[in-house]
């Protein structure tokens, strides 16, 4: 019994300095700031005429980055972070042609629609990103590498109005939609997405004070939204955002 709880007390120093080794040069960077961006397909497909709007959502992100230097000089380094963060969106198109399926009075219909869309996503998720940096200056510092998200919560609805869906093909029977939730046609593919996003993030920080900077960076995604069993709609989607904020140095 003596020597199992002195091999535990070895064990846990032996541990604990290893980690106090690990986070001695570690610096930590807190950051708020916003997304800006879209849900979107590689490209603008056929069935997609014209946009006739897009919404900003309030779309937060928030979170902390730890970075360790790997080289003698400090310039280069790892950054690991966890980021919580929304990436929403809402757009309204003309279609033609657009495969779908909608709910209409309670019945369920799907087939080639061609007239007006309207779609909200709305997505939070944890982030974990692990970059590479480079630190151009005391005051700038580049960074790019891979990320993965795990959405917490996830919305994709909307509805199909002033338009008509041909049920089945393009040559099957029309059903009209109005512009009110009596006669238009409502959609909601939440359950449908993925609960795993990735892609790559590029970005930058410039430190305008010793602890006070401003960040920059892009966050494309690689696999799209929705699984891979899904085939409601005909094209693949992507979260592609930019991020701005602000960021503070606490060590």
Request: charged share 20%; hydrophobic share 40%.
């Amino acid at each position: 019994m003596k020597k199992i709880i002195l091999s535990v007390i070895v064990a846990v120093t032996t541990l604990n300095a290893s980690a106090q080794g690990f986070l001695h040069n570690v610096g930590v960077t807190a950051k708020v700031g916003l997304n800006v961006g879209g849900t979107a397909p590689l490209g603008l497909p056929a069935e997609i005429r014209h946009i006739n709007s897009y919404k900003l959502q309030s779309n937060l992100v928030i979170g902390l980055d730890f970075e360790k230097p790997v080289s003698e000089d400090r310039r280069w380094g790892v950054i690991v972070g966890l980021h919580y963060e929304n990436k929403g969106m809402e757009e309204d198109a003309r279609v033609k042609n657009y495969h779908i399926a909608i709910v209409r009075g309670g019945e369920s219909l799907e087939g080639r629609y061609t007239g007006n869309e309207r779609t909200e996503v709305n997505e939070w998720m944890l982030t974990v990103p692990v970059l590479a940096t480079w630190h151009v200056s005391d005051k700038v510092r580049l960074r790019v590498g891979p990320y993965v998200s795990f959405l917490v919560k996830k919305e994709f609805e909307g509805e199909a109005h002033e338009g008509y869906l041909r049920v089945g093909d393009p040559t099957g029977a029309r059903v009209n939609l109005g512009n009110d939730a009596t006669s238009w046609g409502s959609y909601d593919f939440s359950e449908d997405m993925r609960n795993v996003q990735y892609g790559i993030s590029v970005g930058a920080d410039w430190w305008a004070f010793h602890r006070i900077g401003f960040f920059g960076e892009v966050n494309w995604g690689i696999n799209e939204i929705f699984r891979n069993n899904f085939n409601t709609i005909s094209m693949d989607l992507y979260p592609i955002f930019g991020s701005i904020g602000v960021c503070y140095r606490i060590r």
